[in-house]
């Protein structure tokens, strides 16, 4: 009688786990590394496989025909050396520590290496610390890095909050472009069109010298038939 016989299928639950674990350790004495990130004057050794795991935009550097490549010391231009280290050290653990003082620079590297997951971790992070007196910068700084949903959120925040926000030095410390932004939107928390027009010669009178050219052209976002008819414009 032959003896009978069963196939079976064993799943090591912790394998990849205890895989990443073994290459953060690698990671850690230098050991296997294929490549160097050099960023300003910090060298960070790494393993591609395991960059290109984790990173859409070392994906492609990595695995296309391109220069990089081949190269065994990839420059990182224009990044901060501090949030390179953590999101490399990030890809081996899935850990990250978010800080006030580290969250922009994260943000823009994030958004540079296509790291979905931190990019969104970074923009809820920054939704949590709006304030009157940061909302301008953090709405400014969604603007530039594409970050669709915490740009709408600060502004909505920044149009709420207006009656405070004027009172900060973010505000009068906005570029005239960015200024005839907020005056061209219609969703300001304001009592009246005279609110509007004081904050703008609020905003004027902090660099007079400089900033009376923009008057004219600013005063077209005021909605004058809504002044009061004594109402005067006056610098």
């Known amino acids: 009688m032959e003896p009978c016989t069963s196939d079976e299928f064993f799943q090591a639950l912790n394998h990849a786990e205890q895989t990443f674990k073994k290459m953060e350790n690698y990671l850690r004495h230098k050991q296997l590394c294929d490549v160097v990130l050099v960023a300003g004057d910090r060298r960070i050794p790494a393993h591609r496989l395991v960059l290109s795991s984790v990173s859409d935009y070392f994906a492609a550097m990595f695995t296309n025909d391109v220069r990089e490549a081949r190269q065994e010391e990839i420059k990182m231009e224009g990044v901060d050396p501090n949030a390179l280290w953590a999101l490399v050290q990030y890809g081996y653990t899935g850990r990250l520590e978010l800080k006030e003082d580290n969250i922009e620079c994260l943000l823009s590297t994030a958004c540079l290496l296509q790291l979905s997951q931190v990019v969104e971790a970074c923009c809820k992070f920054l939704m949590k610390q709006l304030h009157p007196s940061n909302c301008l910068g ?3 700084f969604a603007d530039a890095q594409g970050c669709t949903d915490l740009h709408k ?6 149009m709420e909050n207006f009656m405070e926000v004027i009172r900060n030095q973010e505000f009068l410390l906005l570029p005239a472009t960015e200024i005839a932004k907020l005056l061209a939107s219609d969703d ?10 004081n904050a703008l010669l609020t905003w004027v009178r902090h660099d007079l010298e400089q900033r009376r050219k ?11 038939p809504l002044l009061a008819p004594q109402e005067h414009i006056e610098v």
């Open 188 to 197: 300001m928390n304001i009592p009246n069109e005279e609110t509007i027009l």
């Open 214 to 224: 923009d008057l004219s052209k600013l005063l077209a976002y005021i909605r004058l």
């Open 153 to 158: 959120v600060a502004h909505n925040y920044t």
């Open 138 to 140: 953090i709405r400014s």
